[in-house]
């Protein structure tokens, strides 16, 4: 009996760490309001974390993103397979079935025009998952809610049929997806804007303001 209590008083430590573990763990997934649209078009409304795109997914309905109904239950796994679009704070978001992806089925919607852009953001190795890559948010000022090293921009007129942005074409598309504002449409042809100024071409289109 002495040895049982023993052993369960050396147990107890263990446990709270691992329960304050996991409630941080919970905690430093930066919840944001957000809500998704099933494939049957039902509204589901609670809080988005990260979006988590497993490398050892089989396909890409299988990669995921974490949701819950309320700020205190835990957070479950909404697979790609399963929704249409999300929307996390002011960003929205789409699923592709796109045979140029290749890491994420999840396109931000950047331009929402006739020809429409999308940029799929990646980062590798989560923190709370391991081995695996999570997509960060883009405000509507350039800044990232969550952190990534990888961003790729796509353009068409849906999500499922999209062709890779390029230096190459950067001029003539772009001129094509933000024909609305003819005064972003003249700063790119003059080359104020290149391809590597995407993000700050983006604030100009979105706020009327230019960031340099």
Do not use: C
Request: positive net charge; without cysteine; glycine residues 6%.
């Amino acid at each position: 009996m002495l040895k049982k209590i023993i052993t369960l008083l050396l147990l107890i430590p263990f446990y709270l760490h691992s329960t304050y573990t996991h409630a941080q763990a919970d905690d430093s997934k930066h919840w944001q309001p957000g809500y998704y649209y099933d494939n049957d078009n039902i509204k589901h409304t609670g809080f988005i974390s990260y979006f988590v795109n497993e490398e050892y997914a089989n396909s890409a309905a299988q990669k995921f993103f974490l949701f819950k109904n309320n700020p205190d239950e835990p957070g479950r796994r909404i697979f790609a397979g399963n929704i249409t679009s999300f929307v996390v704070a002011r960003d929205s978001f789409v699923v592709s079935d796109a045979r140029v992806l290749n890491e994420t089925p999840f396109l931000q919607v950047a331009v929402n025009n006739p020809l429409k852009l999308y940029i799929a953001r990646v980062r590798r190795h989560s923190p709370e998952f391991g081995v695996g890559t999570s997509i960060g948010f883009l405000s509507i000022a350039g800044e990232t809610s969550f952190p990534y090293t990888k961003e790729k921009y796509y353009y068409g007129k849906n999500p499922d049929n999209l062709t890779e942005l390029t230096r190459k074409d950067f001029i003539d598309v772009m001129s094509q997806v933000m024909a609305d504002k003819p005064d972003v449409v003249a700063k790119i042809q003059k080359k104020d804007y290149r391809y590597g100024d995407m993000k700050d071409l983006l604030v100009y289109y979105n706020t009327g303001k230019e960031p340099r």
